[in-house]
């Protein structure tokens, strides 16, 4: 069975930094897109970034710039650097996972429950 568990978040400062990190652990043959998506009270959940088994990654405007997408294909993780924090990045951010569970296996999606992330003085 596929998990996602992230790691790090909590309370920063604005301008401060933090780096949150994705596992996808389980039976699975391959992984492609990896991404980072957030949903803050009251929003819509949005695409904060992706990056794909190769590496190409992709930014939402707001955060291009200040957050740096990675992957270890090794690990089987994903991290989100976060620089330069603003108040609007409060949100919780979901870690999800682009994967075909076996060799002849549709892709699928999975997601993380998400890690808080508040951004206050």
């Known amino acids: 069975q596929v998990q996602l568990v992230e790691s790090g978040g909590g309370l920063v400062q604005p301008g401060g930094s933090v780096r949150l990190s994705c596992a996808v652990s389980g039976s699975f043959f391959s992984i492609s897109t990896m991404g980072w998506y957030r949903q803050a009270p009251g929003k819509e959940r949005e695409l904060v970034a992706t990056?794909?088994?190769?590496?190409?990654?992709n930014y939402v405007d707001s955060v291009k710039g200040r957050f740096t997408i990675s992957r270890d294909n090794v690990k089987n993780t994903v991290d989100l650097q976060m620089n330069s924090l603003k108040l609007e990045d409060t949100a919780r951010y979901y870690c999800r996972a682009v994967l075909r569970p076996g060799s002849l296996s549709s892709y699928l999606e999975y997601w993380g429950q998400g890690t808080l992330v508040t951004v206050s003085s």
């Open positions: 990056i794909t088994s190769g590496g190409s990654t």
